[in-house]
């Protein structure tokens, strides 16, 4: 599908498969003549736009998350009725899906929530669960280089990316295998749209519930000096103690919003190097090019194609008229590629100055906590593959030759990455 086929009135973004595929074309094209659309089938309005999404972003009293991982079509329990259903969301708010997640949560909640989590993200913290990461990257490649092949998302990244939450969160070592049980224990299956994913991501959450209130618990009657103790004994803003389930929720919500998500990114940026030969020897050669080159990644490809919000009073976006009640769907995917701010948005630059603008990872006051983890992430994995082989390649035996590769992605109008992606390697080294 190219550019000139799109029509937004005739495309359904939410079931195509082809665009849950390749949706660059779709994005492309309603960037350039619809930055803000409401579409006619499900009467979700779509915005694509850079400043129009930033408009959503920056106006949590406008816009509620309380849907942010629902789909096209909203349900809502009751009539809407007046010019603002703010209460009404809340008092309804266990008929939405994920409910119980900070990313769900409007302020007042929210802002308390998030303050708790973002006492555990500290830079202090980040740091020490660098040397982590570090270690881990070559524990990882120590086992895979030397076979000469691997299948990059099972065999190291689900793996890599549930250990740098865990440890991040400080969870004991002894427990590494419950934590690879839960979130890496074996592929899921295509989906168009989330509820698959979702049903999996529940049950994982569940058991993640389980988890965190025993350490809580524990660490409230017996404190140690470590991480879970300060997650144990950390207080909203005006001092008062959460209930174990509050705490656990805001941990387990760590694995679930960022886990899958880093897989994804760090799958997309190892497709792109091993397809591209000069790419990939310009990033062996300079390492330090790393960090900009997932900034561009993330621009173009964000594993999180959108979210949803639902409009809690009227406005005015795009000009558009919102009533109290519209579905909205951000496309982060989309917005990475508005010309008005990206010159040659379509072109990827892996030296782009302005790319950490795109919002693959959001804005205000939803931003990615976990955002600096996912990038150190994927640039330490990255450098240390590269500067450990001489040649990293595409798997032909699995995805086919040059030109007519067959990819396993995720087919869905929310998510973006691979499934499976088979790798080569070549001039292994210590």
């Known amino acids: 599908m190219t550019t000139v086929d ?53 106006q949590p009293d406008v816009y509620s998350s309380i849907n942010r991982t629902g789909g096209p079509i909203l349900d809502l329990p009751f009539e809407v009725t007046g010019d603002d259903i703010t209460e009404l969301l809340e008092q309804h708010r266990e008929h939405f899906g994920a409910n119980d997640q900070i990313v769900t949560f409007d302020p007042p909640v929210h802002t308390a929530h998030r303050a708790v989590l973002m006492g555990l993200i500290t830079p202090k913290r980040l740091k020490e669960n660098e040397e982590f990461l570090k270690r881990m990257a070559d524990r990882y490649l120590d086992e895979l280089l030397p076979t000469g092949k691997c299948e990059f998302i099972w065999d190291y990244a689900k793996k890599y990316t549930v250990l740098a939450v865990g440890d991040l969160l400080g969870v004991p070592e002894s427990d590494f295998d419950l934590l690879l049980d839960i979130f890496a224990s074996g592929p899921t299956g295509p989906v168009l749209g989330n509820l698959e994913l979702q049903a999996n991501h529940h049950n994982s959450l569940e058991r993640m519930y389980d988890y965190f209130v025993g350490k809580i618990e524990e660490r409230r009657a017996d404190p140690k000096d470590d991480v879970l103790t300060g997650l144990a004994l950390a207080t909203f803003p005006d001092g008062s103690l959460p209930q174990p389930l509050e705490v ?111 919002l693959a990872f959001g804005r205000g006051i939803h931003t990615c906590p976990g955002a600096p983890l996912a990038r150190a992430e994927a640039v330490f994995s990255i450098q240390r593959l590269l500067a450990r082989t001489s040649s990293l390649t595409i798997d032909d035996a699995h995805h086919g030759p040059a030109g007519e590769r067959e990819w396993d992605l995720i087919r869905s109008y929310k998510f973006r990455g691979h499934q499976h992606l088979f790798l080569t390697f070549t001039g292994v080294s210590e």
């Open 6 to 58: 799109i029509n937004p009135v005739d495309v359904d973004f939410f079931t195509d498969p082809e665009v849950a595929a390749h949706a660059e074309p779709y994005f492309d094209y309603m960037i350039k003549h619809h930055p803000v659309f409401r579409e006619p089938k499900y009467g979700v309005v779509i915005v694509s736009g850079y400043e129009e999404s930033l408009q959503v972003y920056h």
């Open 248 to 358: 656990a929720r805001i941990a387990a919500n760590m694995f679930a919003a960022g886990q899958e998500t880093t897989v994804q990114l760090m799958g997309i940026c190892l497709q792109r190097i091993a397809e591209d030969p000069e790419l990939q020897e310009l990033l062996r050669r300079e390492p330090a090019l790393v960090p900009g080159f997932i900034e561009e990644v993330l621009r173009v490809e964000a594993p999180i194609k959108g979210s949803f919000r639902v409009v809690k009073r009227p406005t005015e976006i795009g000009g558009l008229e919102l009533a109290p009640g519209t579905n909205v769907m951000l496309l982060h995917g989309a917005a990475g590629r508005d010309e008005r701010l990206f010159e040659n948005a379509a072109e990827f630059d892996a030296r782009r100055g302005n790319a950490r603008q795109h």
